[in-house]
């Protein structure tokens, strides 16, 4: 059983507790990390999802994600959730985006890895990911725009991205 805090939508702890695949209340959020990976050499990390996850299965999504656990602050979960994912020590994490979504009662806060990682020392985590691959900026701009991306993470990126002048 997972068990997460409860948020209101401002980001503030409402001292409850949320169960995963249990109703969230109307007025209440969860915290979402989520970490793009980007190598010293301009290249960004995709991961492929597994293909029995929900939402999504077999997809491939830019960098690594989920839900922070009770107790985690957003850059707590989203070390976690890279390195469970991919094997991935983040140094330093900088945050890039934080939305909120109405529909699936969560906080998203996105943050930027940069990495000098050997590009072969990826890890994957069995039931999460199932594939890995390394992309130029040009191919990550080509994959947001196709329909291979998951369209709520590239409405999540889209001022990143902007900001590289790219999308």
Known sequence: MEIWDAYDR??????TELIRGEEIGEGLYHLVCEVVVRHADGDYLLLRRDPWKEPYPGFEEIGAGGSALKGESPLQG????LLEESGIEAGE?????????????AIHHGFLCVTDIPKDAVSLQEGETVDYRWIGKEELIAFLKSDRCIPHQRDRLREYMDSLGSV
């Not at 989203?78 to 959730?81: F, G, I």
């Open 78 to 81: 989203a070390r976690r959730e």
């Open 10 to 15: 401002q980001g503030a702890k409402t001292g």
């Open 93 to 105: 994490l900088r945050e890039i985006y934080r939305t909120v979504s109405e529909e699936s009662h």
